[in-house]
T-cell receptor, first 112, second 111 residues
Framework: GESVGLHLPTLSVQEGDNSIINCAYSNSASDYFIWYKQESGKGPQFIIDIRSNMDKRQGQRVTVLLNKTVKHLSLQIAATQPGDSAVYFCAESYNQGGKLIFGQGTELSVKP | DTAVSQTPKYLVTQMGNDKSIKCEQNLGHDTMYWYKQDSKKFLKIMFSYNNKELIINETVPNRFSPKSPDKAHLNLHINSLELGDSAVYFC??????????FGDGTRLSIL
């Protein structure tokens, strides 16, 4: 389920299921988008990125979808594992190499 | 073989003190960044340096002064620490249109 407000949105999934984490970005001029995974006590770790001239990109077990019409980004994780439990952030950038503007973050919890 | 390393990992100090956080990257990147993560996990950029030159300053109080002795280092000095400075500070580095790499953060607690 999801919760909003003072707490991070959360997503709880069963091990082996697919996870979809959504993100709305703010700047229609943004041309670079990136997903990070942050585990407790660690820094954000790069997962996958996509440029605005694409609408889909696949990595190992992860897929990023970009819908520029509605300014929406999603991260799909296939066959979610307990090690995927973390907080996931989307970020956008205008003029690649510039500052990253981060979204709120979603906490993914994987039940064994 | 740590890519982006920052020290210290934890910093506990009293209000009014001056402290520094150090950051080093061995990735050969030409741009380095400082981000602040608050208690709600919100990450916001503070500064960016490209080849020792300041290129981004996001309306951060002038008590915060970044210093880049060379393009592999970007240190953050904070004067007259306030309670609201308590947060986790992340250093990152990047090059052109490649993903930024982050350090593991410095948790700053003001008593």
């Amino acid at each position: 389920g999801e919760s909003v407000g003072l707490h991070l949105p959360t997503l709880s999934v069963q091990e082996g299921d697919n996870s979809i984490i959504n993100c709305a970005y703010s700047n229609s001029a943004s041309d670079y988008f990136i997903w990070y995974k942050q585990e407790s006590g660690k820094g954000p770790q790069f997962i996958i990125d996509i440029r605005s001239n694409m609408d889909k990109r696949q990595g190992q077990r992860v897929t990023v979808l970009l819908n520029k019409t509605v300014k929406h980004l999603s991260l799909q994780i296939a066959a979610t594992q307990p090690g995927d439990s973390a907080v996931y952030f989307c970020a956008e950038s205008y003029n690649q190499g510039g500052k990253l503007i981060f979204g709120q973050g979603t906490e993914l919890s994987v039940k064994p | 073989d740590t890519a982006v390393s920052q020290t210290p990992k934890y910093l506990v100090t009293q209000m009014g003190n001056d402290k520094s956080i150090k950051c080093e990257q061995n990735l050969g990147h030409d741009t380095m960044y400082w981000y602040k993560q608050d208690s709600k996990k919100f990450l916001k950029i503070m500064f960016s340096y490209n080849n020792k030159e300041l290129i981004i300053n996001e309306t951060v109080p002038n008590r915060f002064s970044p210093k880049s002795p060379d393009k592999a280092h970007l240190n953050l000095h904070i004067n007259s620490l306030e309670l609201g400075d308590s947060a986790v500070y992340f250093c990152a580095s990047g090059r052109g249109n490649q993903p930024q790499h982050f350090g593991d953060g410095t948790r700053l607690s003001i008593l």
